[in-house]
């Protein structure tokens, strides 16, 4: 998708989104029964409304973007700042092995996960 609005009003399973660029992605709700959520993206503004009480795998990749999460607790974390750019990987909430899977490479743009 180049240059368009996705909103996804109640997310239940799984969002793959791959080579999506100068678009906006809102996913309004994600029920707890979630599994997937991963982006590859370009010069986008991503929102998530994930429920701040689950637990899920954690993958970011990000390049010139604004992260609005500053304060994201991840257990077993790792980090890695450069000028420009982040990556952060780790379990968030207090559960693991849930199966439950968050991966966001972005380029440009902004990300949100708890719809901030």
């Known amino acids: 998708m180049k240059y ?3 909103n996804i009003n109640s997310l239940t399973n799984s969002c793959v989104l791959r080579s999506f660029s100068h678009s906006t992605i809102i996913i309004d709700e ?8 991963s982006f590859l993206s370009s010069y986008s ?5 994930i429920p701040q009480d689950q637990s899920f795998n954690f993958d970011y990749s990000g ?4 992260f609005k999460d500053k304060s994201i607790k991840l257990n077993d974390a790792t980090f890695e700042a ?19 899977t968050v991966k966001i490479d972005a380029t440009f743009g902004s990300v949100s996960l708890f719809g901030k």
């Open 63 to 66: 390049k010139y973007t604004d």
């Open 82 to 100: 450069g000028s420009n750019s982040i990556l952060m990987t780790g379990i968030y909430g207090s559960q693991r092995n849930t199966g439950k």
């Open 30 to 37: 994600v029920l707890p029964s979630f599994t997937n959520i």
């Open 4 to 6: 368009g609005t996705l």
């Open 45 to 49: 503004n991503i929102k998530v409304n």
